[in-house]
């Protein structure tokens, strides 16, 4: 009979144990060390026991080189896994918008009146629902825009009737002030003179006869 398969589990004996480990750390190192030699491969292996000491083995002059490949490694699969997940979404959003697309293409031509054929009932029914309501918001907003408009229409009406009122009695003002301006002029002319007390014409005549 052949021997049966041995059972892996920790060894209670702490003695037992301490030995099975430093026989089997000697043996990984061994192995270690062989497929580095046979292979040119790169080989390292960091244990701790079970107080806490470490052991290392490093097929390299110095851990750190094995290390920092394994970190670009690590990086670069890292990053090569989110190319390939963003390759995969890129696909599903794209399966997805063309399917929008061809949804929303065949919406318009419908509301257009094109390809109404393969509409039943209720999908007839359902479109001529959207298309009331797409009127209503048209008529509301139309409505809206000529009222704004006749607003504006309005306030500028009244802005320009406010101007000419002001350039209205502008030109009075400067009209009165004209018609004073000529009922002076005699008293601009003779500003020295005793007879020209007021600025009406009809006393320029007495004016005359009395001086003679």
């Not at 892996?8 to 099975?20: A, C, D, F």
């Not at 209503?136 to 009122?165: C, F, G, P, Y």
């Not at 004073?180 to 008293?187: A, I, K, L, S, V």
Request: aromatic share 6%; hydrophobic share 35%; net charge positive.
């Amino acid at each position: 009979m052949g021997r049966g398969r041995v059972q892996l589990k920790q060894i209670e004996n702490k003695t037992s144990r301490q030995v099975t480990f430093s026989k089997r750390r000697s043996g990984l190192r061994k192995k270690a060390h062989e497929i580095s030699v046979l292979c040119d491969a790169q080989v390292a292996f960091i244990v701790f026991n079970n107080k806490g000491k470490l052991f290392e083995f490093s097929s390299e002059s110095s851990m750190k080189i094995i290390l920092e490949r394994y970190e670009r490694h690590g990086h670069e699969a890292q990053i090569d896994g989110a190319n390939i997940e963003s390759q995969g979404n890129w696909s599903l959003d794209c399966f997805k918008l063309n399917n929008k697309v061809e949804v929303l293409e065949r919406n318009l031509r419908n509301y257009v009146g094109h390809d109404l054929d393969p509409l039943n009932l209720r999908e007839l029914q359902s479109l001529e629902q959207q298309l009331d309501m797409a009127l209503k918001r048209i008529r509301t907003k139309k409505n809206q825009v000529i009222n704004e408009s006749i607003s504006e229409l309005q306030k500028k009406a009244r802005l320009l009737h406010d101007q000419n009122n002001n350039v209205a009695n502008k030109i009075k003002e400067q009209e009165k002030i004209v018609g004073e301006n000529q009922q002076c002029w005699p008293q601009t002319l003779y500003p020295n003179s005793s007879t020209f007390n007021l600025c009406s014409p009809q006393r320029l005549v007495p004016s005359l006869t009395l001086g003679l």
